[in-house]
């Protein structure tokens, strides 16, 4: 069953995700990335390739024929993942392959909104019985 958790009081989202799609690639996994449009997708993209002076997560779109060698994929157009390791969502809704992954990462923001659509998002895995953890990043650095 996919292990949930959401990563609260973020001040900056694409930063957060680099941060953990970077940890995650570290350890080995492959990453997808939900992104809900074209601009957040292409912002990451460019957030990957200068997050980090000493290191690079390779990355690339899923269509790319690259994709099946690359750790990290950056998708906005609800692609077929091609890996089931870990997905980070920066969508307002789950997406419908979730429950493929073996680890789901919610990133919530300090918008209003963006807090309420997530309750919305907890609510629905809690409703289905899916593990949930929440790491409250007001209380660390991010």
């Known amino acids: 069953m996919t292990a949930i958790d959401f990563y609260t ?5 694409l930063r957060t995700a680099c941060r953990l799609a970077g940890k995650a690639h570290a350890g080995g996994l492959h990453v997808h990335v939900a992104c809900p449009d074209a601009d957040t997708a292409q912002a990451l993209d460019r957030l990957l390739w200068t997050a980090s002076p000493t290191g690079f997560v390779p990355h690339c779109d899923p269509q790319h024929r690259l994709a099946p060698v ?3 994929h950056i998708d906005h157009t609800g692609a077929d993942p091609l890996h089931d390791g870990v997905l980070i969502n920066l ?4 997406p419908p392959y979730f429950s493929r ?3 789901l990462i919610e990133i919530v923001s300090l918008d209003d909104e963006d807090r309420r659509l997530a309750r919305e998002r907890y609510r629905f895995y ?3 019985g899916y593990p949930l953890d929440s790491h409250d990043l007001s209380r ?3």
């Open 70 to 72: 690359t750790a990290v």
């Open 140 to 142: 660390s650095a991010q």
């Open 91 to 94: 969508r307002a809704e789950q």
């Open 9 to 13: 009081h973020v001040t900056d989202k």
């Open 101 to 103: 992954f073996e680890r």
């Open 126 to 128: 809690r409703e289905r």
